[in-house]
């Protein structure tokens, strides 16, 4: 049986939950956050994103990084999100982008995408790109790009997977990308090994984050690899310990149209129809 968070329990509101009495040591009080991560270069689903956070009124924007990869408009993106983000990370193919890591290890499409950004992102891209760290703490919650245990690498998409990087985190909720699939891990209180949950996170999927250990992924705004095509955010809130996923339709016509022109792989601009 699939697992969703209804079917544990995962979606009550905090203010029904017995014996609650306020945030823990480390949250300063109430912030809405809108988390993003991997744009990958899109700036059509960007702006698409940014204007349903606008309209929920958050008062943060924290990115999990890839800001740039994959898609044809660096610059665009790269602007948008130092203009408008508040905590920025730095994920794999940013370092790739500035030379960091080792593309051969990188797909195909993957590695042409990191040598054409590269060749194409202006010194301003770049210079805002080396300023970006793989993982930081906020707020009393940890950002990491990939996962606590390895913030650049490792993608978490198994509850084993998911249990290490509870184990090597040192908040008790955490945030992560990379994966590109909006979903949830949760270790419940005093839980044995072996006994955290998780599932996808669809449109609309409400969670009550006070007790417990978590691990959240939004998705991805540029790339969906989770079947849905639309851009993916989740929207944060640190005093009511809620969490709140959303997608939003875009242009994909238009993003596709300018990774084809750009003479990119044509199997980054297919990708994006199906959300895979």
Avoid: K
Avoid at 184 to 211: K, N, Y
Avoid at 224 to 234: E, F, M, N, S, Y
């Amino acid at each position: 049986m699939a697992v969703t968070a209804q079917s544990y329990g995962l979606s009550r509101r905090l203010d029904s939950a017995p014996g609650w009495t306020g945030p823990g040591d480390g949250y300063a009080g109430r912030l809405r956050v809108a988390v993003l991560s991997d744009i990958h270069a899109n700036q059509p689903a960007l702006e698409a994103v940014l204007a349903a956070v606008d309209e929920a009124g958050v008062e943060e924007i924290w990115c999990l990084g890839d800001v740039v990869g994959y898609g044809a408009q660096p610059d665009a993106c790269a602007e948008l999100v130092r203009d408008r983000c508040d905590v920025c990370l730095a994920g794999n193919h940013d370092l790739a982008v500035l030379g960091g890591l080792d593309i051969s290890s990188f797909s195909e499409s993957a590695a042409a995408a990191v040598e054409w950004t590269l060749a194409e992102a202006s010194e301003g891209t770049l210079e805002f790109l080396r300023g970006l760290d793989p993982a930081v703490s906020r707020e009393g919650i940890g950002l990491f790009h990939a996962s606590p245990r390895d913030p650049i690498w490792e993608y978490v998409l198994s509850t084993d997977q998911a249990e290490a990087g509870l184990d090597a985190q040192e908040e008790r909720i955490g945030l992560i990308g990379h994966s590109h699939v909006s979903l949830f891990f949760c270790r419940p209180a005093a839980a044995r090994h072996g006994e955290t949950q998780g599932a996808q996170a669809g449109d609309g999927a409400f969670l009550g984050l006070e007790v417990g250990e978590w691990l959240l992924n939004p998705g991805s705004v540029g790339q969906p690899r989770d079947g849905d095509p639309r851009a993916a955010w989740l929207e944060l809130d640190t005093a009511e310990l809620t969490a709140h996923f959303h997608r939003v339709s875009y242009d994909v016509a238009l993003a596709a149209e300018t990774i084809l022109a750009a003479g990119l792989p044509s199997q980054l601009a297919e990708r994006l129809e199906v959300g895979r």
